[in-house]
C-alpha cells in the first residue's frame, strides 16, 4: 500500500512540475517570442500601377491570434478593392529593407507579435516612418513582446500591463473622442457596442490623439495575477483604445482592439480599420 501511495505522489508532483514547466514556457513565449527566426531575402513585389500600396504583415514569434489575422486578411483586401489599393499580403521580414519599404504608404504590424525583425530591419523600419511613412498596429501589435524602444514609444507611447482574464473578454461602449482629428472621424460612428479582450497599459499614451476610448470602469480589469484585482494601474476611466501619433515627419495609428474574429465582423470595427487606412496614407 505504502508503495502503491508513494508511486501516486510521484507521479502528482511531476505532472505539477510538468505543468509549471508547460506554463513558464508559455509565458516566456508571449513576452518574448520564441522561436524566433529572421527572413532577410527581399521578396519580388507586383504591386499596382498608380494604386497607394499597403504592407499587412502579420508574422508572429509571440501569442499567435490566428483567428483575428485569418479574418482580417480577405476584409483588408476587399477594402483595397474599394479603394483602389494596393495590399502586399507577408509573415517574412525580407521586405523591411529601405528599397521596398519606400513603395508603400503603410506598414500594418496586424496582430504581430514577438521580435520579428533583425536589428537592420527594425532600423530600415524607423527610417522609413521617420521620413514620412506611415505605420499601423492592431491589437496584439502593443503587447509587450516585441522589446523595441523606438516601436514603444513612436507607435504606444505607453507600455502594455496585461488584458483582464476574469471575464477575458467583455462589452464595452466604444465613444469617439470630440476632439479628434475632423478628417479621420468623419466617417466613423459616434459610439458603438464592442465585444473585445480590453487591453490595459500602465499609463495613458504619451503625446498621442486619441480616437476612440471606453470608460474604464466599466470593466472588470483584473488581469495576469488572479490575487490582484481591480488592477488598472494608469488607464483610470478615460481608457483610450485607439490613438495616433507623430513621429518624424511620419505617423503611427494603433488600436488595441482586434482581438477574434467576432471583432472584424463588426462593421463598426472594421469601419475604423478603413478610415484609418484612408487617414494614414494621406498626406
Request: a neutral charge; aromatic letters at 12%; proline letters at 4%.
Amino acid at each position: 500500500m505504502k508503495k502503491v501511495l508513494k508511486i501516486i505522489a510521484w507521479t502528482v508532483f511531476g505532472l505539477v512540475i510538468s505543468l509549471f514547466a508547460l506554463l513558464a514556457l508559455f509565458m516566456y513565449k508571449v513576452q518574448n517570442g520564441f522561436p524566433v527566426s529572421y527572413e532577410t531575402e527581399k521578396p519580388n513585389l507586383s504591386l499596382g500601377a498608380n494604386q497607394p500600396a499597403i504592407l499587412l504583415f502579420s508574422k508572429t514569434t509571440g501569442f499567435r491570434h490566428g483567428e483575428s489575422i485569418d479574418a482580417s486578411k480577405p476584409i483588408i483586401q476587399a477594402m483595397a478593392k474599394k479603394n483602389a489599393w494596393t495590399v502586399f499580403e507577408t509573415e517574412e521580414g525580407g521586405v523591411f529593407n529601405e528599397e521596398q519599404l519606400a513603395k508603400f504608404k503603410l506598414v500594418i504590424f496586424n496582430n504581430s507579435t514577438g521580435r520579428v525583425l533583425n536589428d537592420e530591419q527594425q532600423a530600415a523600419l524607423e527610417k522609413y516612418v521617420e521620413n514620412g511613412g506611415s505605420l499601423m498596429g492592431i491589437h496584439g501589435a502593443g503587447d509587450n513582446s516585441h522589446h523595441w524602444d523606438w516601436y514603444v514609444a513612436n507607435l504606444l507611447g505607453t507600455i502594455f500591463s496585461h488584458h483582464p482574464l476574469n471575464p477575458q473578454f467583455q462589452k464595452a461602449q466604444v465613444q469617439l473622442e470630440l476632439s479628434a482629428d475632423s478628417s479621420l472621424k468623419a466617417s466613423l460612428p459616434a459610439a458603438w457596442q464592442g465585444n473585445d479582450e480590453w487591453y490595459v497599459f500602465f499609463n495613458q499614451p504619451k503625446d498621442a490623439q486619441v480616437v476612440y476610448y471606453i470608460d474604464g470602469e466599466k470593466i472588470l480589469p483584473s488581469g495576469n495575477m488572479l490575487w490582484m484585482k481591480d488592477k488598472n494601474f494608469g488607464m483610470g476611466k478615460y481608457h483610450p483604445v485607439t490613438w495616433h501619433k507623430r513621429a518624424g515627419k511620419g505617423k503611427t495609428f494603433y488600436t488595441s482592439m482586434g482581438h477574434s474574429q467576432e471583432v472584424w465582423a463588426n462593421p463598426a470595427f472594421s469601419q475604423l480599420i478603413e478610415q484609418g487606412i484612408r487617414w494614414s496614407i494621406s498626406k
